[in-house]
């Protein structure tokens, strides 16, 4: 396995994962050749049958199912996504999000591939390239899984590809998944370590994944922001098909009458991937161009704050943020620091905290010398009104009472992004296109 991907579209919305726990493959010191011999003969012999029955099928199809679970100072997220993967060999394939943040379709029926976003009504098509290995749109597939093994399956090696950058492994033993028996091996890598549950008999299908963060998790973040937190995922693969007679139209796809073609740099995120806001996600936030919703909380301070009194009045910045969270600890100072400079310009700035306590929040903003009015959005009040699903999120209200930008995770670009903004703002501009 080369590396734990991106979860980009659902966890770029839960920001402080979004690249963070993604690790590029050259940053894994992985031996050409998976080392067999500090694995289990049992587990290779498990991981080889699932690699040959891949290469034997002339196609493949299954259920692919992520739920993940963040327990944090009392906050929890969770995110379940459910997908539909498909390929038939040598270059036709189809994965299709039917349920989750941000729901996806990408197929390539042989001659072209598409991607297309069903909550911009976008898509694009380029030509498809002659096998899997080449197929760009497996890129789309790889970031947007989150599953580690997804590009393994269509390779023309999977068990290698699998296997790659595995330090050890062992035979776990026999378990149930479900009413499936199946064979429990555990393996360990630099960067992290994953169990996975491969059913026993003739047909080996990979039923569970879980990875475990607890490494990358160490090196992402401090000491003390991960004491409390508690991570947990889990992939499922149901509803196996191999070599069997797939609908006639699962490789087709006709765009819808109101979806807009566009390029595939028009498609590609507008900022980067390690803690980067989501273009598309900003861009179609269901808050962006409303009504500012108002709201009543209690200040860090001991006041309270109450943003009706300045809506319609000032330009407000609003941050929704947690201390534990790594791209919000880059974004705050720098929104603190914006926004103190455009004071005298009738721009307001509240960091919305979400349900930590005073002392844990004053200790970071001392720690950290910031200055800045925080919000304590103690039972996410503010942030439902928001439709907050991940952090950081910034909100931008003009002079009109209106949402006139949201900002999803960490922007790279965001001291000069945001003072840009603003002057127009000041100037009397709408950033709502």
């Known amino acids: 396995m080369k590396k734990l991907l991106p979860l980009l579209a659902f966890v770029s ?11 590029d493959s050259a940053s894994i010191i992985a031996p050409a050749v998976p080392p067999t011999g500090k694995i289990d003969p049992k587990a290779i012999d498990v991981m080889k049958k699932f690699s040959d029955m891949l290469l034997k099928a002339k196609n493949f199809k299954f259920d692919l199912n992520m739920d993940v679970k963040i327990t944090a100072n009392g906050m929890n997220q969770e995110i379940t ?22 729901p996806l379709k990408v197929v390539s029926d ?82 992290f370590d994953w169990d996975v549950w491969l059913e026993s008999g003739d047909s080996p299908f990979l039923r569970k994944l879980v990875p475990d963060l607890k490494k990358q998790l160490g090196k992402t973040m401090d000491k003390e922001a991960t ?22 139209d699962i490789f087709k796809f006709t765009p819808p009458a109101d ?10 995120p507008k900022s980067g991937n390690n803690g980067g806001g989501d273009g598309d996600a900003e861009e179609n936030h269901p808050s962006l ?60 700035f509240y960091a919305v905290n979400l349900q930590e306590d005073k002392d844990k929040i004053n200790e970071f903003l001392t720690k950290e010398g910031i200055k800045c009015q925080v919000a304590m959005d103690k039972n996410s009040v503010a942030a439902k009104l928001y439709n907050v699903e991940g952090i950081p999120q910034s909100v931008i209200i003009g002079k009109d009472g209106i949402v006139q930008a949201v900002h999803v995770g960490f922007i790279p670009d965001l001291n000069d992004k945001l003072k840009s903004e603003l002057d127009d703002l000041i100037a009397g501009k709408s950033l709502v296109k």
């Open 81 to 102: 996504n459910n997908a539909e993967f498909a390929a038939e060999r040598p270059n036709k394939l189809l994965y299709d999000i039917k349920k989750g943040m941000m």
């Open 227 to 248: 004491k409390d937190m508690k991570y947990d995922m889990v992939f499922t693969l149901d509803n196996w098909s191999v070599s069997t007679e797939l609908p006639a």
């Open 110 to 191: 042989g001659q072209n591939a598409y991607t297309y976003i069903p909550s911009a009504k976008k898509y694009n098509v380029e030509p498809a390239e002659a096998d899997f290995a080449k197929l760009k749109c497996m890129e789309v597939i790889t970031r947007t899984s989150g599953f580690p093994l997804i590009d393994a399956f269509v390779s023309s090696n999977p068990y290698e590809n699998q296997m790659t950058g595995v330090t050890g492994g062992k035979y776990v033993g026999v378990e149930k998944i479900g009413d499936k028996e199946c064979h429990h091996l555990s393996f360990q890598q630099a960067e």
């Open 259 to 268: 979806a807009q073609k566009i390029t595939p740099s028009e498609m590609a």
């Open 13 to 23: 919305a839960l920001s402080f994962m979004t690249g963070s726990f993604a690790q």
């Open 289 to 348: 161009g409303k009504d500012a919703p108002v709201f009543k909380l209690d200040l860090l301070d001991g006041k309270n704050f109450d943003l009706a009194s300045v809506k319609g009045k000032k330009i407000i910045v609003l941050d929704f943020w947690a201390t534990w969270c790594p791209p919000c600890r880059k974004a705050l100072p720098i929104l603190a620091e914006v926004t103190a400079g455009y004071a005298d310009k009738d721009v307001v």
